[in-house]
């Protein structure tokens, strides 16, 4: 008698009732490891620690998977813009004006207790082929509204500046964290070979209040610390002194190659050796390609005005010219940008968007410098394609009120309840995900926190945050700590 084709298995597939039984149980199997991942009940990947070349710590790296983006760039309007009066329109709030917020009697928030429900100061109307609702406060930018992917349900840990711009930076409220870029980096290197990997570029009126912290890379190596300039500010020292010509530079520095190779040479095992030759020819190679970069004499006249880089207000023309080198560094193919507006030196509202007390008169003066600059900014990067595969990041440490603090013209600090926006890479346009409740007091749908928001950037650059770490003092750090998840909702 002949063998049977089948298996013993394969002959009880034959029988329908023994079919459908199997595939029943396979059909539970997939879904309770489903729940069972959702719920982070199955074990996590190991830990996933890229290698790097001490020689060239900036090379290139894969990421974990296929990403949608190869470069970020992220906006930090540094002082908590107020969500009320730029993106979550609320019409309860408007029809509810100079009235009190329920359940807030004696509401006590960072400065003190609040007072009535306010409407926004300025008018909301529909914008592009989507209709999206977005104020008058940035006109330019509320036009490229239909490029936008808003998140209006964003929350942070800390209703105070410093801790509240240390978590969206770096995931930690507490100091001593490395920021995402410093992350970023760390993980993918870079594909310039001549500017650095993470580059940081400050308000013209000076830093944020977290300053460094934004750019620190803390326990990471210090090869990966974001690198501070901007357009009226370049990197200091790189210039040629006066006394050495050109020849003799270009000769002293091929003499120090080869001295640097033949003592590497005797010390192969020398990881910080190789380390600190690496970064004494990036900072060669910077002399020449920063001083390029930063040089915005090769733009166009139409150009310079369209970024308003030749307006007659300084802090606006030279934030215009930081957006400008901004563009500048994503076209060179540096992969981390971070670009802020706002700062602390001149006090509270006064460079920043803290507007506690004259939001208004203060935001007045603080909006144009911003949307201009920023709304040509995007539609460079869109007409050149940058945003193919640039994912655009536009945040804030956190919210403000929906009322008016007691005795006072301006909105108090709001962590419950504020908007983000995405744009470029890998993210939906015109879109908007979650929203706060009828004031924008708190988050009530799809409630998202700092922690998703840098899940969702590091998934779109094509890491996994779970396995993204670094081993410091007995822990396991990582950007996203303990928490998040990627915000699916956001993908395109």
């Known amino acids: ?185 760390y993980a993918l290197g870079s594909e310039c070979d001549d500017l650095p990997a993470f580059v940081a570029i400050p308000d013209p009126r000076g830093v944020p209040q977290s300053a460094t912290n934004h750019w620190n890379s803390a326990f990471l190596p210090a090869v990966f610390q974001g690198t501070p300039f901007g357009a009226d500010k370049p990197i200091p020292h790189l210039d040629r002194p006066a006394s050495l010509s050109e020849t003799s530079e270009k000769n002293l520095r091929e003499f120090l190659r080869v001295m640097n190779d033949q003592h590497l040479k005797q010390h192969p095992d020398d990881s910080e050796l190789a380390a600190r030759i690496a970064s004494y020819e990036l900072a060669g190679r910077l002399q020449i390609r920063a001083a390029e970069v930063g040089n915005l004499s090769t733009e166009s006249a139409g150009t310079l005005d369209r970024y308003g880089a030749t307006d007659p207000h300084p802090i606006k023309a030279g934030f215009a010219r930081n957006c400008l080198l901004a563009r500048r560094l994503i076209e060179k193919g540096v992969r981390f940008v971070q670009l802020f507006n706002g700062a602390y030196a001149m006090g509270e509202g006064v460079g920043n968007w803290d507007g506690h007390r004259f939001l208004h008169d203060q935001y007045n003066l603080h909006a144009p410098i911003l949307d201009q600059p920023l709304a040509a900014l995007l539609v460079d990067m869109k007409q050149r394609g940058l945003l193919d595969q640039t994912l655009v990041a536009f945040v804030t440490e956190f919210g403000r009120m929906p009322t008016f603090q007691k005795g006072a013209s301006g909105r108090d600090h709001n962590p419950k309840g504020f908007t983000v926006w995405l744009a470029g890479a890998g993210v939906k346009r015109a879109f908007s995900y979650g929203a706060t409740d009828e004031f924008s007091y708190q988050a009530v749908e799809n409630v998202a926190t700092v922690y998703d928001l840098h899940a969702t950037i590091l998934h779109l650059m094509g890491l996994d945050h779970h396995r993204l770490s670094y081993y410091h003092n007995g822990i396991e750090r990582r950007l996203t700590d303990v928490h998040g998840e990627v915000i699916k909702g956001v993908l395109a």
Request: proline share 10%; glycine share 8%.
């Open 1 to 185: 008698m002949p063998a049977s084709p089948f298996s013993s298995a394969g002959k009880q597939l034959l029988s329908r009732r023994k079919f459908l039984g199997h595939a029943a149980h396979g059909l539970s199997a997939v879904a309770l490891a489903s729940l069972l991942d959702r719920d982070r009940l199955l074990a996590d990947a190991p830990p996933w620690r890229p290698t790097i070349d001490p020689s060239y710590p900036h090379a290139a790296r894969p990421s974990h998977f296929s990403p949608k983006a190869k470069q970020c760039l992220v906006i930090f309007c540094s002082g908590a813009i107020s969500q009320i009066d730029t993106f979550d329109y609320k019409p309860e709030l408007i029809k509810r004006h100079d009235t009190p917020m329920p359940g807030s009697d004696k509401l006590i928030t960072f400065q003190g207790e609040n007072g009535n429900l306010i409407r926004p100061l300025w008018p909301f109307k529909p914008r592009g082929e989507s209709g999206k609702m977005v104020s008058d406060l940035l006109p330019q930018l509320a036009e490229l509204t239909d490029d936008m992917c808003f998140i209006h349900s964003m929350t942070a840990k800390s209703n105070t500046h410093g801790p509240g711009e240390n978590q969206m930076s770096t995931g930690f409220t507490l100091d001593g964290f490395p920021g995402m870029g410093c992350w970023v980096t």
